[in-house]
């Protein structure tokens, strides 16, 4: 048996624990926000108690659960579509018909809250307001793009668009990690600061982003559709 032999076979199992952590960090990440989201739903099913914090949720209940239900389909199913043995297979484009339209919802309700629920001052901060709608308008934009460019065969814009799009929705996960140490070490942060530190979380993961985008080869299905270079002139 010859080195090239055995060099492949750790390869590749390389290759499938590599892909199977990136789905299953993403899942962990994405359990912040999903656990608390249940949480929110069971406080709202047990009716009670109603605090300044909350009253709005008790007020009008129907977009905070649009948006905990959308963002956790969006992110849990969205997890398993960066698994490289799923995208493979036809289960990949089946999610996808439920991960895009969860991530509209999410992205939707996220909006409409920003817009018409009272903010209460410990949850935002100047300027968060116009960086919420922003993002999920781009967020949404992202996700319509995608759905165009996997249409017509251009799976790089689609993969592209639908991870940035995954890495705003993912934004309450990382959230958790710049409030934390912050938190711990100095206190709740003022309104500035808490402004900053929910930018950070977005920022986080759209740098990550942009950075798996720029460094991912091109897939087998958009090298197809590239046109071939044009062959050299014989020579005389």
Do not use: K
């Amino acid at each position: 048996m010859t080195s090239h032999s055995l060099a492949a076979p750790r390869a590749t199992v390389r290759g499938t624990w590599r892909g199977r952590l990136v789905p299953a960090g993403l899942i962990a990440l994405s359990l912040v926000p999903v656990i608390a989201g249940a949480a929110r739903v069971s406080q709202l099913a047990g009716g009670g108690p109603v605090t300044a914090a909350n009253a709005r949720f008790f007020d009008s209940p129907v977009p905070v659960i649009v948006h905990i239900v959308g963002s956790s389909v969006f992110l849990l199913l969205g997890a398993l579509q960066f698994a490289p043995e799923l995208r493979r297979r036809t289960w990949h484009r089946r999610a996808g018909r439920l991960v895009a339209p969860a991530g509209l919802l999410s992205a939707g309700s996220a909006a409409w809250m920003t817009l018409f629920y009272p903010l209460p001052p410990e949850v935002t901060g100047p300027g968060l307001s116009p960086l919420r709608l922003v993002l999920a308008a781009v967020m949404a934009g992202g996700i319509v793009v995608a759905f165009a460019a996997i249409r017509r065969g251009d799976v790089r814009t689609h993969r592209a668009w639908m991870m940035r799009a995954y890495a705003i929705g993912l934004g309450a996960g990382t959230q958790v990690l710049t409030f934390l140490p912050w938190t711990l070490l100095v206190g709740a942060p003022s309104p500035v600061g808490h402004t900053l530190l929910m930018a950070a979380g977005w920022a986080i993961n759209l740098t990550v982003a942009e950075i798996v985008i720029r460094r991912s080869p091109t897939p087998r299905a958009a090298r197809s559709a590239l046109p071939s270079a044009p062959s050299a002139p014989p020579l005389s």
